[in-house]
Each structure stands twice: as C-alpha cells, then as structure tokens.
C-alpha cells in the first residue's frame, strides 16, 4: 500500500514539468484498461463512469452572455483519478481521487474555484444512467446528456445553467478512439457541442440571467500523453454559421495536431496532424492567447482572442483555460485551454 | 625549550588551584547561562514552529455532534453535497511498536486546509501519503516516517489511515473552513445534531511568546558579558602573579613571540575545557527550567511541546565557540602586554576624565537613537550605549556617590571606610561592572515583566469584564429567554477587514456601560458615544502601523470615520476598530453572531439556568475560569525569568568573590596600620564586609535608574518596534529594593570567605606586613 | 619609685620553622622609665623586632611577663591588647605604615581619635612642629620619606602614648631627613614623658638615646 497514492502526489505535485508529460498524463499504465481502436465507443453504456482506466474527466464549458450583451464564459470539469490498478478484492470506487474546477471568465475578472475528494465517501462520484457527475455541491445531472442542469460555485462566484442539446453526440476519432501521438497513445473521447444554455451567474452582486452556448467532453485513458508530451493547446470553437470545430495540438518532440469539424447536422470529418495548422500570434506573460489558426482543406482560417487573457487556474495543477472570441473567414465563440505553460510574472 | 616554558606555566596553576578553579568556574558559569537559554530558546523556537500547524487545528471552528449522537462520513459528505466546506478529523491514542503512546491526528488532506498536513503542504511528501508521521525523535518504525514538524507526543495521518490505527469508523469533529463558498447555508440546518464549536480563545496572544523569547536572549547576552569579566579579572591576577616567572623565563632568552604563543594555546586549552563544562552545565541548566517553559507554551498552543532539551548543535557548538572566543578576547589584551614588557609595577588603572566622558558621550547617543532611530536595531543599539555608558561612568558616580557621604560618617574608622571604599574602586570597578549590569537587566527585565503581567491583568479584567461568555451559532434567542430584568446581554461579533491598509478587525459594540470602564489610551471626550455617530475606537497596533491618532479619518467599507479613541490590545496581530453594532449591521449585514457575553451578578445561578435549558456546557465559558487559565500562564513565564535573575546575579556575586581574592593580597599592607593600631582582624574582616556592601550598595544604586531606562526601552521602544504596541511603565519599587538588596547580599556573601580568611590571619603574618623590608 | 613604663622580664619566645625550633629571645629582660629613651640594637635576625612585637602585643611570649606602665599584658586576651595598642602604645615602624587612604591631617588624628582623645589643638601643634602645616590635605604616596616618618611621628604622639616603639623608624632615610626625625621624636617624648624604645642598629641614632641595649642570642646586655 506504500505507494497507493504515489500517483495523485505525482499527478498533483508536478505542474507541467516532469518526464511523465503533463500532471502525470504520461505515466506508465500497467494493470489499467487501455483504449482500443477495435472497440467502439457505445451509448449509453459509456455515459457511466469508468473506473478500470486511470483518467476520466466530464468538462464542460459554455461562452455566455450576460442579459444586457456582455460576453463572459464559465468552466466546470471533474476528474477522476484512480490510485492503483483495479483489484477484484477491493471495493473500486475507494482507490480514486476527484478534484473539480470551476471557472467564471469575463473581460473584467476571472474567478476560480477547486474542490478535491476520495472516492468511496459518496463526496464526489458519476453515474451513466441517469447522466450525473458531482463533487460536492457542484453538480452535473440529467436523466441523459442531452438535457442537463449544471452548478458551481466558489467563494466569489455561484452559477446555475439549464443546457439541452439541439443537435447529436459526436465521437471523435475512429468512433471515439482518438489518437494522441505518433506512438499511439489514445483516448476515449465524445462530446456533446450542441448545447443551448441559459441560467444565472452570481459574481457576488446577486444572480444575473445569462444565455450562450454550450460544449461537453468526455474522455478516459490510462496513458493519454506520450511521455515527451509536456502540454497541449485544445480549442472547442462553436462557429456563427452552426459548425462547430475541435482541434489540439499536443507539443512533444514532435508536435502532434488532430481535430474534429463538426456540421451543422452532426456529420464529423477527422482532421489529421497535416491538416491543421495553428500558430500563437500574442503572447501574454508567457501564455499564448491570441492563435492563427487555419484548416486549409475546409477554407477555415481564424483568429481566435481570449476574452480575458488572464484567465490562468490557480488550481494546484496549473493552466490557463477561457474563453475566446473567433474572427476571420469565420466568426464565432468558444474556450481554449493550453497546459504546460509557466505564467510568468508580470 | 617549549616543554620547559609549559612546565612553569603549570607549576603556576598548580601552585594556585584556587586561581584555576576560579578561572574554570567563571569560564563555564558563563558558558552554561548562555547555553541553557539558548538551549530553551532553540527548543522553544523548535517546538513552536512545529506546534502551529497542530495549533490550527485547535484555532479552528469546527461542528461536533451533541451529546449522545455521533459524527460519520455521511454527515461529512451531507455537508459538503450542500456547499459547506468542512475537512474531518479525528483523534486518539496511537500506541506506536516501541510502547510509546502518541496523540493521533487523522487528517483529510484532500479537504483540509494545506498548513495542517506535515511539512506544509501534503503534496510535499511524495510516496509518504499513507504513512503516519510522527516526531522526529521516534524510534524508527516500518510505516512511520519522522518529520521535524510533528510536534512531540503528536503523530499525523491520513484520516482513513488513522481510522484503521485507532479501530473506529467516526470522526471527531469537521472543521469549518474559511471562506465558505458564495451562498453556503447554515450547517447547522443540514445537520442538525452537530453543535458549532468556536475555537478556545487561546489563552495568551502568541505573539506574547515572541516577547518571552526577546527577553530570554537578552538574558543570555548579559549573562555571558558577565561572565566575561569574570574571565578578565582572573586572567588579570594570574597574569600579574606570572609576571615575574615570565621575565625570568624571558631573560633565559625565551622569545616573546613563543611565549605568547603558548600563553594563547593554554588559555584556549582551559577555556575549552571549561567550555565543555559549561555546555553541560548549560545543558542541565535548560533540562532544569524547560518544564516551566514548556508548560508555559503549552498553555499557549494547547499542544505539548515536550520537557527534554535535544542536543541541538546550534547551541552547544555555539556556547563552545562563545567560551573559547569570549575567553581569549577577555585575556588577550593583558596576556600580551605581559608578555611583551614584563614590567613588575603596574599600577592600578586610574580612570581619568576621558571615562566619564566617554560615558556621557554614550548616554547622548542612547537619546539620539531613541529620538531619531528607527526600528529594532536602533533601539537594541540604544541598550547598548546605554549599559556601556553606565559601566564607563560607573567609577566616577561611585567615587561622587562616597564623596557626598562623607559627612554622614562618624569617628576615624567611618572616614577611614569612606576614603578607604573610594580609593579602591579601581580594582571593584570590573566586578562592580558586572555587578551592575546584571543588576540593571534585572530590575529592566524584572520591571518589564511586572509591567507585562499587571497591564496583561488590568487588560483581562476590562476584556473580560463580563460573567459569563456563550458560542451562540443558533442565535441568543434561546439565552434571552433565561435572563431576568437585571442581565444583559452583549453581542460580540466582528468582520475581518482592511482599515487604513492594515488587516484589521470591524467589531460593533453595543451601548453598555461595561464598554466605558474600557481604559484607553487616547480618546476625546466620553468617546464610547461618538460610536453612534460617525465616530470609531482603533487599537493601538492599527494607530500605530496606520500613523493614525485621534480626529484622523479611516475608510470603512460604508463610509469614513473618525477616530474618537486608542484603545490598548496587548498581543494581537490584527488592528481593531471599534464601532456601533447598528454600524456593523449597514458594513455587513446579516453578519452572525457566533458568541455573546453576558453581565449577571450571579454567573453560577444563570449558568445552571441556561443549562437546565438545553444550551450546551461547553459552550459556556465563565469568565473567572478564562482569567484564571490567563494568569496561571504568565506565572509560570515569571517563575522562569525569576530564575534565570538569581542565576545572573549568582554569577555577578562570582564575579565579586573573583576581584576580592585576586585583591586580597594586597589589602593586607592597608590594612595592618590598623591592626597596629588596635583594631582587631574580626573588626578588620566586618570592615572589609561592610567596604563591599558600600561598593555594592553604590553600584546597584547606580544601577536603579540604568535598569529602569532600561525597562523603559524595551517597555516603549523594543516592544513598540518588535510588536507595534506600547507596555505602560509600571513602577515596582518594593521590587527593585529587594533586587537590589539581593545584589548586595550576593556581594557580601562572596565576600565573606575572604573576610573569613582575614579574621583568621595569623598575627605573626600580620606583623610580618607591618615590618616588611621595602 | 615611679612604676616603670615598660618593665620586661624572662621573657622567652621560639619560632617553629621544618625541621627544628628556633629561640629568639631567651630570658630576655629589661626595664625602661617614664620620659627615658633606650636604644635596642642587635645583628639582623636578632630577634630585636619580634622583641617590640611581643611588647606591642602584636605577638605573645611562650614566657616571661611584659608590665606596660605597670599592667602585665602577657594576660590580656586579643582585645585587651588590642585596646592597649589603641590607648597606650603607639608604633613607628620604618616602612611608616600610613593609611594609604587618608591625607596628612586624618592620619596625623587617626590614632588619637580611635582612642578617644581628640585634641584638634595638639594635633595642630604637632602638624605645625613637624613642618607638615601646609602637607594637611597630601596624601601619603604625595609624600617623601621623612615627611611620611613624621606624620607617623605626629601620628603617634598625638595620642599621647605611654610607651612608644619605633622599628627601624631612620632605616628608609638619608642622613638629613633621619636627623631631622629623630630629633622631633626625642623633643616630643621629652615633651610628653612616654618612654622611647627605638630598635635600630645604627650607631650614630642609638648614641642619641638615653641608654642603649645590644640583642645578640637571645639576650640583651648594656652596649
């Protein structure tokens, strides 16, 4: 039992740096379920938690606006960490570790809150059928994913939204194994980017009614990031013409790009490493937050601008992760997160 | 050659054992007193550090279930699912393979707060998480790893870890963390069974102890200068007595340069060796007193801080290096000028007019550091010019002193003292030195203390001034309800806040004659009233650190305010601003009130009412226990200052003995006219008595204004600089006397040996004087 | 027939030293008037100065009696003698043994006003006879040799004594200021009528004295 939760203080204690790529994600996965190309992602089946692999997390992220125009975005994710392989002698759901974020973005303030828990205690945890995540009094629940209430709050911040899907869940990659480097590290990966949303955000100063869109992702691995794989910059853009586009560059000795171009029906087309070009134009105390980013093959070719660029997490595991503004070929909204980053002093 | 050089530098201590067994006894009384108060500091810095994450524990509010229900994970999580932050902890006793018992903390570190976990942070200790950490003077163990943060007799774990050790599947208590998310309910609606638990008051502010170690050093610094001159005079004496062996050996063509040499090599060789013997003795010196200590700290943290001393190298390396230094800087200078011109008549230093010039130029440099330095240094500075000054005027003060009591004298032989106490102030003045600069640290530290202890008792007693004091997370509904016509009820609550750029604390008082017997330091007229104005009552710390007095406007989160009072509050790290309760309604509302004190003139009956009324025992606290737990505290800090004074004016009585018996000799020649004169050695012995009770009884006379600049320095300057409030000097004159009587009688005592000796002087050595060839 | 001032008989005294005993004084004796002076000369280590320590009561006999002016002090407990050197006897020794402390004037009246008797008008007398008149406020070590001698002189007479003893009193001195201080002694003895016993073993000093004694093994014989 030595070294039990040898994995969580590697996970928690290593920011960006360490040889097992970022918070750990690169870490060996022996004992743990591996992802497989062979086997499908399937509904509802994989809604519900899944504790044989070593990393999972629900996120979602909306970019909003307040009643009166204002752009602003919120961020809600759960993690889950499992400590050691499964082992049919203990009782699973005790070995994990939780840890929640929660973020409120405007041009004007960026508040962040963070929650951690042991499995086992009922304190956080997932279900598949009725769709819920929780940790603490933050809460993601629906009967399916298609029509959810989601809440969170922090010391200085306090968020309800109601989010229904207006279109179908997409999985990326092959039917949801999606690639992440050139040695085949992999993930499960589905998201539901058809969300309407509408709720209220309290930043201390009473609720105020808010409406966007929004974007969830699903993921579970046990060895997501090849070990020289020291951070990624994810974009999950809701384009103004209804197309949405994911797309990620993993930065390694080799960087390694993928994405997914959503249509307006749901009709997905995988974007390889060749097809995606992304190249930082501002950087921000040593954060880039203003992309060029080009998918030559659909005529895209975008300028993507945080709406804050100082929405750095000051979570014990570190990133900068907000909202962004889309200009170019296309116009539209949606977040950016980019880890393995040191923020550097003004 | 060198053989023959060390053999009669040998034959020298051989002859005179005393001289080397003064020389060894001074060298490590002083090296012990300095030890031990470094030993008890290093432990106490120690421990203290490693009690404060312990401490937080007990600082922090917490929910524990009332009687008779219990607390699980279930409620833990109950809270949490429902937007209140709270960590569990539990606690009990670990019974490790040694046999050795330990109080278990189990910690959730995960939802605890990152101080409470060893070493700061639980993401620090890698690989270790479900290890149980204990002190780090345990016995190794599988599954234990020791860290120096643990405080003795304490081990921490993982909650779920400790659960398993201490066979249970409850917890104790879940502390309420701070803030609490926006919009978090009242636990108590989630869980009804759980009771609020504000934290003890910590009985003396921490930054008290802060104050404690400040005079401790000082102690150790004064007592090592005492021990110093201890040194100088031996080395002194047995250096004249060498004189001549040093000038034969030198005529036989022993080169100067070899003979300093080796004079240096045997004095460091004595003082290591005394040095050592200081070290153990400093060692059982701090192993003597450190129970008072640690009963002292441990009413301070509520967390056991261990009576032992470790040999940490810090201090006994360092009393070693200070021995061995401190001892060839003390002799050097006559050991060289003896070796250099071995001169046979030497007289006594005279002090010319350049001393007490010297003197007054360092007074004049103390009150220019006070008026215009600033900060801690200056005012450390100041003490010094200011003991230094008093030690070069001394012997001019002295002579003035037994010259205006000239005329009290009656008959030859009062003259006789008189003159005779005067003329021999140049071979006391080393001893009297140290004498008065031990007696000026003790009637300054002493008064310092006495001032600390009736301003901390006054300070409790207004503080304190009610009955009864009651945690009400539900509300004083309930109490209310239980007092008759005559009791009232003050509601305390406070906001922490930002005034004038300082941390501070909001407090809204309501309008209750309790608050005016509040004394305070300034104010304007019956300035408790201006609190339904716009006016407001600021601490100390805040008019200080804030440079804020009387009719300044401060900004509060509804408005200014103007300052109508300063009021004294000893020890806190936050300033305080006093204002209305209506007031603090508007700043916050809807601010709880988590306790409320009450005014009865029978605290026992209405305890036993609100009792019988279903309001917890333990969350009524009597004021009389309160101000009991307070003061037992600060005895015990006196009973261990009270020591260390004895033990300093021990030393400087030493000190008085070393110049009496390097001097005895030649008294003899003065005072043998008087013998031939028919006066008798028993006479002669109380004389020579009562010539060192004058010497004595000038010097501590001298030292009485010095000790009480002193006081007043670190009364209000030290203690200003280091804490940002200001002690009111209070005069403890009974005190002083007995100090200093205590300082002449350590005086006489050493001399009676000496006087002993004389009376019992043969009358053929005496006559033997009275004849001797020139 | 007067009591005499000084009368010594049989008087016997040995000093232990490692080995063997060593008599000093055997069967010593001798009588000395009121107002006469008598010189004791002897070789060095004779025994002449534990003679006047012994008459002194600053030592005891191992036997034989001293009278001093007719009171037998070989009896006289330690603060007897103590008494009778503060009342009777006065001392003049060659190293002056002057309080170091005190000036001219409170030497010079020490002695007198420990016993009780003081006589500003005879101190001032003797201050003025000795030629310290403007020396009052020196202290001793401001002093020469043969002004620290005559206020041991002055010292002593103001007293009054009996019997005053002098060891050795010229034996610091050069041959001006010995003169000049034995001749104030013997004036004021004169003066006074207290006998004189003064130990010196110069001839031209002991010429000066009424009668003269010669210490040599342990006894004295006429010179």
Request: charged share 20%.
């Amino acid at each position: 039992m030595t070294d039990r939760r040898a994995f969580m203080i590697a996970m928690l204690a290593a920011p960006a740096a360490s040889a097992q790529g970022f918070a750990g994600l690169g870490s060996d996965a022996e004992g743990f379920a591996m992802p497989d190309p062979k086997r499908p992602i399937l509904f509802p089946r994989d809604h519900a938690p899944h504790p044989g692999y070593r990393v999972e997390w629900w996120y979602l992220t909306a970019p909003l606006i307040f009643d009166d125009g204002t752009p602003l975005g919120i961020q809600w994710t759960l993690f889950r960490f499992a400590l050691d392989p499964p082992n049919l002698l203990q009782d699973s759901s005790a070995r994990h570790v939780w840890m929640g974020h929660a973020a409120v973005t405007t041009t004007e303030t960026h508040r962040v809150a963070e929650r951690f828990a042991r499995g086992g205690t009922g304190q956080a945890g997932a279900t598949g059928q009725p769709f819920s995540a929780w940790i603490d009094d933050w809460r993601m629940s629906g009967q399916t994913p298609d029509a959810i209430t989601l809440s969170a709050a922090g010391t200085d911040f306090r968020y309800e939204l109601g989010l229904t899907a207006t279109g179908p869940l997409i999985r990326h990659g092959r039917d949801g194994y999606s690639v992440k480097s050139g040695l085949g590290q992999a993930s499960y990966y589905y998201s539901q980017p058809f969300y309407n949303a509408s709720g209220t955000v309290d930043l201390g100063d009473g609720p105020r009614a808010v409406s966007g869109h929004g974007w969830l992702d699903r993921e579970w691995s046990s060895q997501p990031l090849a070990k020289d794989q020291q951070g990624w910059d994810w974009f999950s853009l809701a384009l103004d013409d209804g197309r949405k586009l994911m797309a990620f560059r993993l930065r390694g000795q080799e960087d390694f790009r993928s994405g997914t171009l959503i249509g307006v029906d749901g009709r997905t087309r995988t974007l390889t490493n060749d097809e995606i070009a992304v190249t930082p134009e501002q950087t921000h105390r040593g954060v880039p937050v203003e992309w060029r980013l080009r998918i030559p093959a659909a005529d895209l070719d975008l300028l993507v601008s945080a709406l804050n660029r100082d929405a750095w997490m000051e979570t014990r595991v570190s990133y900068w992760e907000g909202p962004v503004t889309v200009s170019g070929s296309e116009t539209g909204r949606g977040y950016l997160e980019m880890t393995g980053y040191r923020w550097q002093p003004e | 050659m060198i053989a023959a050089i060390l053999l009669a530098f040998w034959s020298h201590w051989r002859r005179n054992r005393l001289q080397l067994a003064t020389l060894i006894t001074g060298i490590a009384l002083a090296t012990a007193l300095w030890t031990g108060v470094q030993a008890i500091n290093a432990e106490a810095r120690a421990s203290m550090t490693s009690a404060a994450s312990a401490s937080r524990i007990v600082g922090l509010p917490r929910l524990e279930p009332v009687e008779g229900e219990t607390l699980t994970w279930k409620d833990f999580v109950a809270l949490r699912r429902a937007g209140v932050l709270v960590s569990p902890i539990i606690r009990g006793d670990y019974r490790l393979q040694s046999g050795e018992h330990l109080r278990l903390t189990g910690i959730d570190p995960l939802s605890a707060p990152s101080d409470l976990w060893p070493g700061g942070d639980f993401m620090g200790s890698a690989g270790a998480a479900d290890s149980v950490f204990v002190p780090a003077n345990t016995a190794p163990e599988s599954d234990l790893v020791a860290d120096p943060s643990v405080p003795n007799g304490q081990a921490v774990a993982d909650i779920q870890i400790a659960q398993r050790l201490l066979g249970r599947t409850d917890l104790d208590a879940l502390l309420l963390l701070s803030p609490q998310p926006l919009g978090a309910p009242d636990p108590l609606g989630v869980t009804p069974h759980l009771a609020y638990v504000l934290p003890a008051e910590t009985a003396v502010p921490a930054a008290l102890t802060d104050s404690f170690r400040l005079n401790l050093s000082a102690f150790g610094a004064l007592c090592f200068i005492v021990g110093l001159f201890i040194v100088r005079g031996t080395v002194g004496l047995a250096i004249a007595q060498r004189r001549q062996s040093i000038r034969t050996l030198r005529t036989l063509g022993a080169p100067a340069g070899l003979l300093r040499a080796l004079m240096l090599a045997e004095i460091a060789i004595i003082a290591t060796l005394s040095g050592l013997l200081g070290v153990l003795l400093g060692y059982g010196l701090a192993s003597w007193l450190m129970p008072g200590v640690s009963v002292t700290l441990d009413g301070i943290y509520g967390a056991s801080v261990g009576t032992h001393i470790a040999l940490r190298p810090v201090w006994w390396l360092g009393g070693l290096a200070m021995a061995v230094l401190g001892t060839l800087l003390s002799a050097a200078g006559p050991m060289l000028a003896a070796s250099d011109r071995a001169v046979l008549n030497e007289k006594p230093r005279s002090f010319g007019y350049w001393w007490p010039a010297a003197g007054l130029a360092l007074f004049a440099a103390a009150a220019g550091l006070v008026i215009w330095g600033h900060g801690l240094l200056a005012a450390f500075a100041a003490i010094a010019a200011l003991l230094l000054g008093g030690a070069a005027t001394m012997p001019a003060t002295i002579r003035a002193l037994l010259r205006a009591a000239r005329p009290l004298a009656t008959g030859p032989l009062g003259e006789w003292m008189l003159a005779e106490t005067e003329t021999q102030i140049p071979r006391m003045s080393l001893a009297m030195t140290a004498l008065m600069m031990a007696l000026a640290a003790n009637i300054g530290v002493s008064t310092m203390v006495g001032s600390f202890r009736e301003s901390f008792a006054e300070f409790i007693d207004q503080r304190l001034a009610a009955e009864i004091y009651v945690a009400t997370p539900g509300g004083a509904g309930d109490i209310r309800a239980e007092l008759s016509p005559d009791e009232r009820l003050l509601p305390l609550r406070s906001l922490k806040s930002v005034v004038a750029g300082q941390p501070a604390e909001i407090n809204g008082v309501i309008n209750d004659p309790t608050y005016r017997e509040w004394s305070l330091l300034e104010a304007v007229d019956d300035p408790w009233s201006t609190l339904s104005g716009d006016g407001a009552i600021i601490s100390e710390q805040l008019s200080y650190r804030a440079a804020l007095s009387i009719g300044d406007v401060i900004a509060l989160p509804d408005g200014p305010a103007t300052v109508s009072g300063i009021i004294a509050d000893y020890g806190n790290p936050l300033g305080k601003v006093y204002v209305s309760h209506q007031r603090l309604d508007r700043i916050a509302p809807g601010l709880p009130t988590p306790r409320h004190a009450i005014r009865t003139s029978d605290p026992a009956s209405l305890r036993a009412r609100m009792i019988a009324a279903g309001i917890p025992a333990e969350r009524i606290a009597m004021q009389a226990d309160m101000k009991a737990t307070s003061m037992r505290i600060f005895e015990r800090t006196f009973a261990v200052t009270a020591a260390l004074n004895g033990l300093t004016l021990a030393v400087a009585g030493f000190a008085v003995l070393t110049s009496l018996l390097a001097a005895a000799d030649a008294r003899l020649p003065r005072l043998t006219p008087l013998w031939a004169m028919g006066i008798e050695r028993r006479q002669l012995a109380r004389l020579e008595l009562l010539r060192v009770a004058l010497t004595a009884a000038a010097t501590a006379l001298l030292a009485l204004p010095l000790g009480i600049l002193l006081s007043w320095l670190l009364l209000a300057i030290v203690n200003v600089e280091a804490f940002g409030w200001r002690l009111p000097f209070r005069a403890d004159p009974a005190h002083w006397l007995l100090l200093i009587g205590v300082g002449i009688a350590a005086s006489v005592l050493s001399a009676l040996w000496p006087a002993h000796r004389l009376a019992r002087i043969s009358s053929r050595a005496l006559s033997e004087v009275l004849s001797r060839d020139g | 027939m007067t009591t005499p001032a000084l009368d010594v008989s049989h008087l016997r005294k040995s000093f232990s030293r490692p080995g063997s005993d060593i008599e000093v004084l055997s069967d010593t004796s001798f009588t000395l008037e009121p107002g006469a002076t008598l010189a004791l000369t002897g070789e060095s280590g004779s025994g002449k100065s534990t003679l006047l320590h012994l008459i002194s009561g600053l030592d005891r006999p191992d036997s034989g009696d001293i009278r001093v002016a007719g009171q037998n002090i070989t009896a006289l407990p330690d603060h007897g003698l103590a008494r009778l050197r503060r009342e009777r006897i006065a001392l003049i020794f060659q190293q002056y043994n002057l309080i170091p402390s005190l000036n001219v004037a409170d030497n010079l009246a020490f002695h007198a006003r420990m016993a009780g008797r003081r006589d500003d008008a005879w101190t001032n007398a003797l201050t003025e006879r000795l030629g310290l008149s403007g020396l009052s406020d020196r202290m001793p070590d401001e002093l020469s040799g043969g002004q620290r001698q005559r206020v041991a002189i002055g010292r002593a007479m103001a007293l009054r004594p009996a019997l005053l003893l002098a060891d050795e009193p010229t034996g610091n001195l050069d041959e001006g200021s010995a003169d000049v201080v034995i001749a104030a002694m013997l004036d004021l003895v004169a003066e006074t009528g207290c006998a004189l016993l003064l130990v010196t073993h110069s001839e031209r000093i002991a010429s000066r004295m009424s009668r003269r004694l010669h210490l040599s093994h342990g006894k004295v014989r006429p010179a």
